[in-house]
């Protein structure tokens, strides 16, 4: 792999749907950053979800500290790369795994002063893309990554599916990993009536909530293993539609491991109804995440076993796979339109937009 | 949040809108196997590290 002189290999970090991931040393700092490879010539099908992709990210990578920064976009003689801050720490999905034994201990995979120190960094990284006109679309453990702090800040990463909007935040195609798939995005009528993004990103920060506390989907599409078929949709939409997130069947015992205050907002965000759902903002402003201490029944040390069901989210997928992404269009989106964007210097708070395009090639 | 959005369109800002063409323009590029008569072996990069939003939008 090559990414010009300034760029040394170091090890293959991931494969994903478009292109693998390797770290490399940037020999002009001696920084280890993450690069990701895609190969020339790219697919035209592909060419607007990865000029979105490496706009996005660009855009917000050095706003916020939960955001992966990026740093170069990169083209060589074989491949786009898009130069990013390297995440130490792993996925959360694998950190989330190894508590196994803290869970069979407190019923919890993380305690939920834990989940609430993430969740909150989480989402003021959803807050910040939302305030900006972004969203994600493809929230979930796997795109949640944590650097190497003790204890680690999250970063969210992948905006291979996220979007911007311009004056509504309507859109129109079924995306995302279904298990994290909000009932809207299922739901076959989205096609004529659009989804808010918004929405949908809250529905997957109460999924991954969850899973970071139980290890387990609420709704799982375990007849139909395959994420990307519409049999797989439908078994995990009928669920969310019949079912309270805490009456369905595996989560029934799990679900009293959890305070009130959290279940308080879990009810909140799993609402069908998306015009009834909390909002980022709203959820910021919730007791949950603004309590140090909580009524949590498991305080009370006793030792309990979790429900062998709910774990297998996190032990018959592997981390690399938890919650597999899928793509099923239905309709191209209605708002083509990039949201107006302008910049300034948030050090000085004067006005730069000063660009620069080095070792361009001869054209 | 509007109206911040409102009051610096995109189009007024020649500079960020050059940067994201240039982007664009290397995205397209990258759907073509590179051609040895018009393209070196060195690489085309562009630096990402300016594009911040204003910190009072944080």
New interface residues.
Partial sequence: M???ENYEQVKHLGKGGTGDTWAFIDKRSGEQVAIKF?K?????VL?EN??RE??I????????ENVIK???????????CLVMEYARGGSLTAYVADKWKEAQQRGLFLSEDEARFFFKQFLSAVN?CH???VVHRDLKLDNTLLDAATPPAIKICDFGFAKTWSEEANMYTQIGTPVYMSPELMNQATKEKGYDGRSVDVWASGILLLVMLLGSFPFDHTEHPDPNTSEAHLEVWLQQVSKRWSEVPHMAEAVKKLSPEIKDLLNRIFVIDASKRVTVQQIKRWVFLNSNSHSNSNSTGVRRSICPTLTRALLVRSPGTLGTTSRCRMATSRSGT?????????TS?TR???????????? | MDKWYKENPLEDNKAVAEMNAEIERMVEQSTKACDPETETDDCWVIDLRDKNFPSELL
């Fill in positions: 090559y990414v010009g895609l020339r010539p790219l697919p035209k060419l990865i000029k490496f706009l990210q660009a855009e917000l990578g050095f706003g916020h990026a740093y170069e976009a990169v083209l060589t003689p074989t491949h786009l910040y305030h900006h006109r990039r949201s107006r964007r302008s910049r300034r210097s948030w708070g730069r937009t000063r660009w620069r395009i080095t070792r361009p090639w001869r054209r």
